[in-house]
Nanobody, 114 residues
Framework: QVQLVESGGGLVQAGGSLNLSCAASIINFRIPVMGWYRQAPGKQREEVATITTGGRANVADSVKGRFSIARDNAKNTVSLQMNSLKPEDTAVYYC????????WGQGTQVTVSS
């Protein structure tokens, strides 16, 4: 079992920045893939960005150039730096980890006002 604890999020004006962080409950094993998904009201959950232990990142086209993902393999933490936020980025953001199975954080709300 892997527990994911998120921090960050909140309310920001359009054009602003936020940073999300997530820490996994295990540190003795490297988690192959960590990342972030989001779900806006009435929409399906979508991938925002993921990153492997080797540093290979996959970033959604909708946030490319504005969001960046980074991780600390030794600590099994992952962060999402979000710049130039838009109202359409408003959603609940979920930390994700793939370690033999898929694990999710509890979600953190990001609200971008226009």
């Amino acid at each position: 079992q892997v527990q994911l604890v998120e921090s960050g999020g909140g309310l920001v004006q359009a054009g602003g920045s936020l940073n999300l962080s997530c820490a996994a409950s295990i540190i003795n094993f490297r988690i192959p893939v960590m990342g972030w998904y989001r779900q806006a009201p009435g929409k399906q959950r979508e991938e925002v960005a993921t990153i492997t232990t080797g540093g290979r990142a996959n970033v959604a086209d909708s946030v490319k150039g504005r969001f960046s993902i980074a991780r600390d393999n030794a600590k099994n933490t992952v962060s999402l730096q979000m710049n130039s936020l838009k109202p359409e980025d408003t959603a609940v953001y979920y930390c994700y980890a793939r370690f033999m199975s898929d694990y999710w954080g509890q979600g953190t709300q990001v609200t971008v006002s226009s």
